[in-house]
Every structure is written in structure tokens, then in C-alpha cells.
């Protein structure tokens, strides 16, 4: 069920028999030479809806700009301040909580966006207002990631790629994978992206010269169907685990 595209005395119906919704999140940003600045919102909002589609549940619109300040060198990078987004989120989540909704799962595809939907729901969670779960993709299906790529990169990747050529395979572009991979960074480990133990750095540009990680040459549709079946599988069975919680597991146990 696809919340814009119904209209209100069906979602009534819905609220009145669930109190679950599945928000897709990703970002407008730079994805190398090859793919569309839409990839992890095309990634977020392909796996958010077919898993509403599976189960009945109730799917948002999907959050297109995130928190992507780290890609701003290249053209066309759109993001929005780290509190600004924070409050975006925890304000529409409120709304939901409104009619009736009292657990969450936010389906994101940018790595940027966790550590904040992560706070918002620690927020929500605080408040008693709902329960809701930051779920990335990728981390649900890790065994499987590393299975299908040697270089599987952070971002802009064979996996990345690979689900964009399933999904939307009009917006790749096939002729540059090779070029993708020689102009960025194929090993990440081998980057000395740390010091003594610290992150010593802050912008993908710092790493990669256009902009992304990994072997793109590694990647095919085929791979990316695959990646898709699994991931979806997992984030079913998570909205189906989280709708059978009883309430009182759901919110903060009392002071000891
Ligand atoms: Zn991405």
C-alpha cells in the first residue's frame, strides 16, 4: 500500500488494523561517471515499495535529499544540514505517529543519513512516540555482498551499480564502468583513510578522484536481482518481526 496514492477513508481502514509504516530514505547525490545522482533513493524506494507490496503494509513517500554534504565538490550533490534533516524526519514521523502509527521502519540507502536516523529514533523512542528502526540495506545481506564482489567499494560501487542496472537500467551508463574504476579508488583498505586510529578525512574527494569506490566492472543486473530478492527478504521479515511486538516491548523499561 503506497500512501500518496490512496485516499483517506482507506487509509483509515489501514490505521485502524496496523500501525506500522516503511519510509524509504536515500540522497540526490554524486555516483561516479556512470550512475544517476538518484541511486540511493531509486535503491531505497525499489526496496521499500516491493516489500510493502509483499506484506500490506503502508509505504511513505520517499525522502530524496539527505545528509551529503561530504560529495558537495561535484556537480549537482544536493544535501541539507545534519539538524535540519533530523527534524525533517522526527517532525513527519510525529505526523505518522498522529494517525496511529507506532513503529517505523526507515529504509535507507545512504550511508550518511544513519547515524541521524538513528538519533531521531532514539527521540522517538525517549518520548514513548514510536518505535523506529534505522535498516540499511546493504548491512542486512553482508555475507552476499562480499559473495559477488571482490572490490565491493562504500559508494558508487559494483553493488550500488549493480542494483541501479536491475532497477532502473536506462539511467547507467554500461560504457563507463571501466572508466569508473580507473579514475577512483579500487581498494579502500589500501587508501590510508586513517591515523594513529583516527578518520582523517572528510570528503569522498579526499579519497577519489571521481568520487567513487570499488570495481564498477564487476557488476551486472543479474548480480543486482539477486542483491534486490535478498535484501527485500530481510526487510519483510524485519517489518513482519517488528508489527508482532507487543507494545510493552517497545518502549523504555522503567528505572531500576
Ligand atoms: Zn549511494
Redesign the pocket.
Known amino acids: 500500500m503506497y500512501l500518496a496514492d490512496e485516499a483517506w477513508p482507506d487509509l483509515a481502514d489501514y490505521f485502524a488494523e496496523e500501525s506500522l509504516a516503511i519510509v524509504p530514505l536515500g540522497?540526490t547525490e554524486q555516483?561516479g561517471p556512470h550512475l544517476p545522482e538518484s541511486?540511493?533513493h531509486v535503491i531505497a524506494e525499489g526496496l521499500a515499495r516491493e516489500a510493502a507490496e509483499r506484506t500490506g503494509y503502508l509505504c511513505t513517500p520517499t525522502v530524496k535529499i539527505g545528509v551529503s554534504p561530504h560529495h558537495r565538490q561535484f556537480p549537482g550533490t544536493m544535501w541539507v544540514d545534519a539538524p535540519a534533516f533530523r527534524n525533517y524526519v522526527e517532525s513527519f514521523t510525529r505526523n505518522l505517529a498522529y494517525h496511529g502509527i507506532d513503529r517505523v521502519v526507515y529504509v535507507n540507502?545512504?550511508g550518511g543519513n544513519v547515524q541521524h536516523l538513528r538519533e531521531v529514533g532514539r527521540r522517538l523512542y525517549d518520548d514513548e512516540v514510536a518505535f523506529a528502526v534505522e535498516w540499511m540495506w546493504d548491512e542486512s545481506i553482508p555475507d552476499l555482498v562480499n559473495d559477488l564482489f571482490t572490490h565491493n567499494g562504500p559508494?558508487?560501487g559494483p553493488k550500488?551499480t549493480a542494483m541501479v542496472q536491475y532497477l532502473r537500467p536506462e539511467l547507467v551508463h554500461d560504457d563507463r564502468l571501466a572508466e569508473a574504476r580507473d579514475g577512483g579508488l579500487v581498494d579502500v583498505s589500501a587508501a590510508g583513510t586513517h591515523t594513529f586510529g583516527a578518520r582523517t578525512f572528510y570528503d569522498a574527494l579526499d579519497n577519489s578522484g571521481n568520487g567513487v569506490f570499488g570495481d564498477q566492472t564487476d557488476a551486472t543486473a543479474e548480480k543486482g536481482e539477486r542483491l534486490f530478492e535478498a535484501a527485500t527478504e530481510q526487510l519483510v521479515a524485519l517489518c513482519e518481526w517488528l508489527a508482532d511486538r507487543d507494545d510493552e516491548e517497545l518502549v523504555p523499561k522503567s528505572h531500576v
Do not use: F, R
Open positions: 540522497s555516483h541511486t540511493d540507502a545512504h559508494h558508487g550500488e
